[in-house]
């Protein structure tokens, strides 16, 4: 293979990897910000940050990237306490609202409206 076609396929991997990790984030944004309405918090700073990411399987024993989104809520409007969103591909495995696990209500947010 020519160094071209490799160096072409690099930059199409990273580029996808980069695509889908914007499309995920949003989600994660959007999943965030649901659990704190649900749960009357303010979500703070309207964002998310990328903390760890790995490989997972999902249910069909797919292997998928796994990532946990950090950010922060405040129940009181003058302190910051973490929230993690945990996604698996482009689904929520679940919400943590400092520490306190919502596998159910928060985890029904999926995809975003197209």
């Given at each position: 293979?020519?160094?071209?076609?490799?160096?072409?396929?690099?930059?199409?991997?990273?580029?996808?990897?980069?695509?889908?990790?914007?499309?995920?984030?949003?989600?994660?944004?959007?999943?965030?910000?649901?659990?704190?309405?649900?749960?009357?918090?303010?979500?703070?700073?309207?964002?998310?940050?990328?903390?760890?990411?790995?490989?997972?399987?999902?249910?069909?024993?797919?292997?998928?990237?796994?990532?946990?989104?950090?950010?922060?809520?405040?129940?009181?409007?003058?302190?910051?306490?973490?929230?993690?969103?945990?996604?698996?591909?482009?689904?929520?495995?679940w919400v943590s609202l400092d520490?306190?696990?919502?596998?159910?209500?928060?985890?029904?947010?999926?995809?975003?409206?197209?």
């Amino acid at each position: 293979m020519s160094g071209e076609i490799i160096l072409l396929l690099v930059f199409g991997g990273v580029g996808w990897y980069w695509y889908a990790g914007l499309n995920t984030r949003e989600q994660a944004v959007a999943v965030g910000r649901r659990a704190c309405n649900d749960g009357k918090l303010q979500f703070l700073d309207d964002s998310v940050a990328l903390s760890r990411i790995r490989f997972g399987r999902n249910s069909n024993g797919q292997l998928l990237l796994l990532r946990d989104y950090r950010f922060e809520f405040s129940d009181t409007g003058n302190n910051r306490r973490p929230g993690v969103v945990r996604m698996l591909g482009d689904r929520v495995e679940w919400v943590s609202l400092d520490g306190e696990w919502q596998p159910g209500k928060s985890a029904s947010v999926t995809r975003l409206p197209d």
